[in-house]
């Protein structure tokens, strides 16, 4: 109390959990100098390089027929490969959030095995199904079917390595959301089809658009898997991860980084697109749980 009766003010409490003004300072540099130096300081670089003979060079870097042929075969492996993990996702974390059976831990630890397998572990795998000497292999080429070093391969690897982005997306998001909607659109008469299109997909479709842009970015970018079942054929199997790394032991390094420049700004298209949604959606993203 003060001399004339009025409550003495007092600062407002710190939160116990938040550290001193100048351990965050601290804190916040040595995070700006490692993103700096780890992750902006690389991305510039390709970029500087990428340009280092003129927009002209870049260009025909980019331009040429066997850099267009990887462009077009890194976007048609991801054409093809996201819709099937976003089907897959769905599907597998709707039984795994939904409902409750034996081996659930199992098949979440299957769904996780490609995070944990190297993957040129598992080029190798579909090399020893389908390659030429493969189990499977014979069968198919007395058939005039070609999965290894050929465009079947490549999906099936990209697919493969991305697989498990949507699930892992998905299932924290409907455990936290519960069963209690779906349950009551079927007391209200509602079948299963319609329970999720009307309940579930609308609670879910952020997350599910984070694991599409996720399982997008990674099938562009890879390279271990893809390099294994390719064979490198140049203008046909080749991705543009790998035509970049074909560019750089030519020491055609403008080329090179050229491409990696538009595989970079892919990458980065792709981040944009994901912040403007969260800032786009912002209420809409906290109501769901992201």
């Not at 579930?200 to 996720?214: A, D, E, K, Q």
Request: aromatic fraction near 10%; include cysteine; glycine fraction near 8%.
């Amino acid at each position: 109390m003060t001399s004339n009766g009025a409550p003495r003010n007092r600062s407002p409490r710190r939160d116990p959990l938040q550290a001193p003004r100048p351990v965050m300072l601290g804190l916040l540099a040595l995070a700006i100098a490692y993103v700096g130096i780890m992750l902006l300081l690389p991305l510039a670089a390709v970029f500087v390089e990428a340009l280092r003979n003129g927009w002209e060079a870049a260009e025909a870097a980019i331009t040429e027929p066997d850099a267009l042929a990887a462009i077009r075969l890194t976007l048609l492996v991801a054409a093809i490969s996201v819709p099937c993990n976003l089907i897959f996702g769905v599907a597998s974390a709707w039984l795994i959030a939904k409902h409750d059976f034996r081996g659930k831990e199992f098949l979440l630890t299957l769904i996780d095995l490609p995070f944990s397998v190297s993957p040129v572990v598992a080029g190798l795998i579909y090399i020893l199904l389908y390659g030429a000497h493969g189990w499977f292999g014979p069968m198919l080429a007395d058939n005039g079917i070609s999965i290894v070093f050929a465009t079947p391969g490549i999906v099936l690897a990209t697919i493969f390595v991305t697989f498990p982005f949507v699930t892992r997306e998905l299932v924290p998001l409907m455990i936290a959301q519960g069963r209690s909607e779906e349950e009551a659109a079927l007391s209200l008469g509602a079948n299963g089809w319609q329970t999720f299109m009307r309940v579930t997909l609308p609670n879910i479709r952020w997350g599910l658009l984070y694991g599409v842009l996720l399982t997008n970015a990674r099938a562009m970018g890879e390279f271990g898997a893809v390099s294994v079942v390719s064979g490198h054929i140049r203008g046909e199997t080749n991705t543009m991860p790998l035509h970049v790394e074909v560019l750089y032991n030519e020491y055609n390094f403008v080329a090179a980084f050229a491409v990696a420049a538009l595989l970079a700004l892919l990458a980065l298209v792709t981040l944009a697109l994901k912040t403007y949604l969260e800032w786009r959606h912002h209420d809409a993203l906290a109501a769901s749980g992201h």
